[in-house]
């Protein structure tokens, strides 16, 4: 049993790190952690390693940003052709205290971008179209992530978005979401994770359908299903759904939006439940019903699925005076086929 809890926040230390079962309820109930408050820095010997290894001169100036993840999505279908008819594929974002963290340090005299890890082809394509229409110098690319990649945890969404945050930072220049957003739709289908809080999202054309709010404290115990999603590969397999689909994943849509609004719980554990359900028509989750099974004998809100990605996950209200047992339950039911189920917790917007 482990928690993952971001390396970049007050907290517990480390990245899947074991605890005790007492140590993760702490954490777990810490209604005051704010971890999108905190960004660390690259060690200096990192990045001395790389200059080094590279053959360049650091640079004064740079500049480091994060993004968080998200646990698959909440909710995430198609809505009727009438209410969106450019683009009716949507997607409830549910954000999580796990990060990508980009630094990016400008070399004059070039428009390319040189990253590391040298396989994120994707952040390297978006670092390079961003410097050109900036008309500013390329450089270095470092990135970290504490997302596993093709797991549906925005890992891809995450790292496109610190990198422009980053390379905004080092040009002290005022960019438009827009732009980022037409920048990452030429790249792949994305998350809303450019935007605070939870968002209803066009990912296929990367742009704003509603802000919905912030999640309440939650916790999700998800398990990892095995392999990996590409998600360009993936969007192109999905095909239509039926118009009474359409009409269901409106009405979920719309409860949503008061859901999240009221902090209602309840209300959101039955829409990620439902999403999921819907969900197993195209792309079934094995451990589905079991999960459905070791939630509901907790007492639990709910199940909530990376859609396209390999998680599904067990939903816990941290503020409720169950919480405790309820997690106790929920280890205990999934432990009979999954060893090591991990603990994730929402970003709650608390300041």
Known sequence: MVIKNSTHARGPQGNGVSMSTRKLLEAAADEVWKPYLFHQRFDGADAAQIFADDGQQP??????????????????????????PCDPHFLVTMPIALFARAHFIPI?????????????VKAKRLAED???????????????????????????SADLVATARSIAGCFRRRIRTSLIEKLMADIEPSDGVM????????????????????????????????????TLDYDQRRGEISASRRAEYQELLDSAQIAIARGDTATIGKIATASALLHQEQTP???????????????????????SGTMIGILLDRMAAEFPRQLRSVLANVSPFDKSPEIYLTITGRR
Request: with cysteine; hydrophobic share 40%; net charge neutral.
């Open 130 to 156: 961003l410097v050109i229409a900036l008309g500013a110098s390329g450089g270095i690319l470092l990135l970290q992530s504490e997302l596993p990649e093709g797991k549906g945890l925005a890992s891809s």
């Open 59 to 84: 640079r004064i100036h740079s500049s480091d940003a994060l993004c968080c993840g998200t646990f698959g999505e909440l909710l995430q279908g198609q809505l009727p052709v009438a209410s969106v």
């Open 195 to 230: 935007y605070p809080g939870v968002v209803a999202y066009r990912q296929r054309s990367c742009s704003l359908l509603s802000f919905l709010g912030h999640m309440p404290p939650l916790a999700i115990v998800g398990i990892d299903e095995g392999g990996t999603v590409e």
């Open 285 to 307: 989750k094995k451990h589905l019903n079991s999960m459905l099974q070791a939630s509901e004998a907790a007492g639990a809100l709910g199940v909530i699925v990376a859609h």
């Open 108 to 120: 004059a005299g070039t428009r390319l971008v040189t990253v590391y890890p040298s396989h994120k």
